[in-house]
């Protein structure tokens, strides 16, 4: 199994960057891809970003293309760090992320699998990003 706990959030206006870090631990961490979703009041959870076991393959939501980045340390055999870097914010934005865990043995081009909030595993407390503008 994998734990996450996941840090980063906070207030900036718009136009603004934050990182989100995501500390996923566990002896099978490798195994795990991992996703960023977020959730605003009163809307469902929705995929920001995914990044697959390795590091090397990325998965974007197109409201964020272009403006936010995934990337992963695997540096520690059992405790991996994934981040968001979130450029240019917009109020859009504004919501509670979570970082994710899935069992990553499909192939990556299956977008829809890494992307759809119910076929991943573990998930971290939530960080709440806020951007004013």
């Known amino acids: 199994q994998v734990r996450l706990v996941d840090s980063g959030g906070g207030s900036v206006q718009a136009g603004g960057s934050l990182r989100l870090s995501c500390a996923a631990s566990?002896?099978?961490?490798?195994?795990?891809?991992i996703g960023w979703f977020r959730q605003a009041p009163r809307t469902e959870r929705e995929f920001v970003a995914g990044?697959?076991?390795?590091?090397?393959?990325?998965?974007?939501?197109d409201s964020v293309k272009g403006r936010f980045a995934i990337s992963r340390d695997n540096s520690d055999n059992t405790k991996n760090m994934v981040y968001l870097q979130m450029n240019n914010l917009v109020p859009e934005d504004t919501a509670v992320y979570y970082c994710?865990?899935?069992?990553?043995?499909?192939?990556?081009?299956?977008?829809?699998?890494?992307?759809?909030?119910?076929?991943?595993?573990?998930w971290g407390q939530g960080t709440q990003v806020t951007v004013s503008s």
């Open positions: 990044i697959n076991r390795l590091g090397g393959d990325m998965l974007y939501a």
């Open positions: 994710a865990a899935i069992y990553g043995v499909r192939p990556w081009q299956d977008s829809e699998h890494y992307s759809a909030r119910e076929q991943y595993d573990a």
């Open positions: 566990g002896r099978a961490v490798k195994d795990y891809a």
